[in-house]
């Protein structure tokens, strides 16, 4: 799990579109902070350095510490409503949270070493069901992404999240199955192959029924000459 990552915010004494309109002509976008069983409180963040943070895959996954005026809010970024035409940010949710908070989250699969996989040595193909899993977490223990190590897996072989190590806490939000995360495909040389010659198969045998039916006309011709 990552450090908190600081933003800077001010207060925004006024709600409304109107307000809205103004904070995001200075340069500012707007954004509410909500839960906890506490009243929201409205702010607004620099519009640049929540676009840098926006970039991050990793955005909804990170704890941020929002200060303003005196005052630290450890949140979670929960949604991001944009603009329906140019698709940039217009508000911002953040979900309030403490070290006690549990929370299900998104998190992406990172798979590794490959070099060690005798089935993608031997030609097969990592077939990812899930590039990234829901879990169940404290919110200061959401990991940055989950590992799924391919050392020992072979053509054919299913990896199920029950193969795939969790840190501590951390489990997944679906617990009544043991879903598939990715399997290792046969070469896909041999199915190239196996395409290619059921359609010389199927071309041959479109050129025999062409011969036939040519023969079959020859034939015609012939006794109605006679």
């Given at each position: 799990?990552?450090?908190?990552?600081?933003?800077?915010?001010?207060?925004?004494?006024?709600?409304?579109?109107?307000?809205?309109?103004?904070?995001?002509?200075?340069?500012?976008?707007?954004?509410?902070?909500?839960?906890?069983?506490?009243?929201?409180?409205?702010?607004?963040?620099?519009?640049?350095?929540?676009n840098?943070?926006?970039?991050?895959?990793?955005?909804?996954?990170?704890?941020?510490?929002?200060?303003?005026?005196?005052?630290?809010?450890?949140?979670?970024?929960?949604?991001?409503?944009?603009?329906?035409?140019?698709?940039?940010p217009?508000?911002?949710?953040?979900?309030?949270?403490?070290?006690?908070?549990?929370?299900?989250?998104?998190?992406?699969?990172?798979?590794?070493?490959?070099?060690?996989?005798?089935?993608?040595?031997?030609?097969?193909?990592?077939?990812v069901?899930?590039?990234?899993?829901?879990?169940?977490?404290?919110?200061?223990?959401?990991?940055d992404?989950?590992?799924?190590?391919?050392?020992?897996?072979?053509?054919?072989d299913?990896i199920?999240?029950?193969?795939?190590?969790?840190?501590?806490?951390?489990?997944?939000?679906?617990?009544?199955?043991?879903?598939?995360?990715?399997?290792?495909?046969?070469p896909?040389?041999?199915?190239?192959?196996?395409?290619?010659?059921?359609?010389?198969?199927?071309?041959?045998?479109?050129?025999?029924?062409?011969?036939?039916?040519?023969?079959?006309?020859?034939?015609?011709?012939?006794?109605?000459?006679?």
């Amino acid at each position: 799990m990552a450090e908190a990552i600081k933003i800077a915010a001010e207060m925004r004494e006024r709600a409304g579109k109107g307000a809205a309109r103004a904070a995001r002509r200075a340069g500012r976008l707007p954004a509410v902070i909500y839960g906890g069983k506490l009243p929201p409180v409205s702010i607004t963040v620099g519009e640049l350095e929540f676009n840098r943070l926006w970039r991050d895959a990793a955005f909804y996954t990170h704890l941020y510490e929002v200060e303003a005026e005196g005052e630290t809010y450890k949140v979670l970024a929960r949604d991001v409503q944009t603009d329906p035409v140019m698709d940039w940010p217009i508000h911002i949710d953040f979900l309030r949270v403490s070290d006690r908070t549990k929370i299900s989250v998104a998190v992406p699969v990172h798979f590794v070493n490959e070099e060690a996989c005798p089935g993608i040595r031997e030609g097969g193909v990592l077939n990812v069901v899930r590039h990234d899993v829901e879990l169940t977490c404290r919110a200061d223990s959401i990991p940055d992404a989950i590992e799924v190590d391919l050392t020992g897996w072979n053509v054919g072989d299913t990896i199920h999240i029950s193969a795939v190590k969790l840190p501590p806490g951390v489990e997944p939000t679906i617990a009544d199955r043991d879903f598939t995360v990715a399997t290792i495909a046969a070469p896909t040389v041999v199915r190239d192959e196996a395409l290619e010659a059921e359609a010389e198969a199927a071309e041959a045998e479109a050129e025999e029924a062409a011969e036939e039916a040519e023969g079959e006309g020859s034939a015609e011709e012939g006794r109605e000459e006679s």
